[in-house]
């Protein structure tokens, strides 16, 4: 996959399919001071996020931290107990079930089914928000041979996912890495206009790590990503979100997040942070076809733990960058 582009230099090219909303587009999806508590506890606390239509935002933070909860919010699928979230302007639920699948694509951490499915069944799944019976009517069913945009839809899924020789296969036979790119391809035979996705490198090898997150971040569409690797992240995301105990505690352009004060307050891990190289081959990155996405990106080096970890919950919360209580931008 080409991956020459500086992505804070792409602009979202919107498909024909998608100007139909146009006029009201450029709010996007957007979280307004939300808040939600599970076990007891508040576990996002206050967040705001205003995803710059067309940009990959990556969400960081420790293990616990709230990123699947604030994703969750974002899709809808759990609701704020306050705050609001909104796309282009109106609340999630003015919207209806259909509408809200057809716009926004989610990638979980997990995902499976004890129905017997083939590959190209599951990638299918993505396009039943689309079809005129919703959700499954007459003629909608997943055996059911679909319309040529939709085979055309699937079958663009399948190739960009590198998936177009295992579309009969069974999905319960498939690896782990095998499943969650499934998932990415079902996702983008959705054709939504914002993606979110929950650790979506996980079980994936290195290649199809960067393969993967080259393809999200060059998709002209809305990306909100959960992710634990701070390097992948500094090199493919055009912003980034980090939370803490379900706050944001740091937000911005990766090179202003990403420093070593915010790995040892946020991670309780002491790093050396560099940069890439402005544009040479020979940054650790990668080859040379990748320096115009990496120059002078971060580039974390890990050097070990720090004696205590200022996340467990009886620290008082920490502000690593300059506070910042939300991640409007
Ligand atoms: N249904 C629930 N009941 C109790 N606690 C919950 C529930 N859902 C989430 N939590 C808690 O909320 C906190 C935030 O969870 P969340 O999954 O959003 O974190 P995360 O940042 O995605 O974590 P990870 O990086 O480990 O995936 C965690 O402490 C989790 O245990």
């Known amino acids: ?183 990415i391809a079902r996702a983008l035979a959705q054709e939504p206009r914002e993606l979110l996705l929950d650790e979506p490198t996980n079980h994936l090898d290195i290649q199809h790590q960067l393969d993967l997150l080259t393809l999200v971040a060059e998709l002209p569409v809305t990306c909100v990503i959960a992710l634990h690797d701070l390097n992948l992240a500094a090199m493919y995301c055009d912003q980034l979100v980090v939370l803490n105990q379900g706050r944001v505690v740091a937000a911005g352009p990766p090179e202003d997040v990403i420093t070593e004060r915010l790995i040892a307050e946020v991670y309780g891990v002491r790093a050396a942070v560099t940069r890439h190289a402005p544009d040479g081959p020979d940054t650790p990155g990668g080859p040379g076809d990748d320096a115009p996405r990496t120059a002078n990106r971060p580039y974390v080096r890990f050097l070990g733990t720090l004696p205590s970890s200022p996340s467990s919950p009886s620290s008082p919360s920490t502000s690593p960058t300059p506070p910042a209580s939300s991640a409007t931008t």
């Open 1 to 183: 996959m080409n991956a020459s582009r500086d992505t804070r230099e792409r602009r979202p090219a919107r498909s024909a399919e998608h100007t139909e909303h146009t006029e009201h587009t450029e709010q996007g999806l957007r979280a307004d001071r939300v808040s939600r508590a599970a076990g007891g506890r508040i576990v996002v606390d206050g967040v705001s996020i205003a995803p710059p239509p067309g940009a990959t935002v990556g969400l960081l933070g420790p293990n616990g931290s709230g990123k699947s909860t604030l994703l969750r919010l974002l899709s809808g699928v759990l609701a704020p107990a306050s705050g609001v979230v909104t796309l282009d302007g109106r609340p999630l639920p003015a919207y209806g079930r259909r509408p809200l699948a057809r716009r926004i694509a989610v990638v979980e951490q997990q995902a499976d089914t004890q129905v017997e499915l083939t590959v190209r069944d599951v990638v299918r799944l993505g396009r039943v928000p689309h079809r005129r019976a919703w959700p499954l009517g007459a003629g909608g069913g997943l055996g059911a041979s679909g319309t040529s945009s939709e085979d055309e839809a699937v079958r663009t899924a399948l190739a960009r996912t590198g998936l177009a020789d295992r579309a009969d296969q069974s999905w319960h036979t498939l690896s782990g890495g095998e499943r969650q790119r499934v998932q």
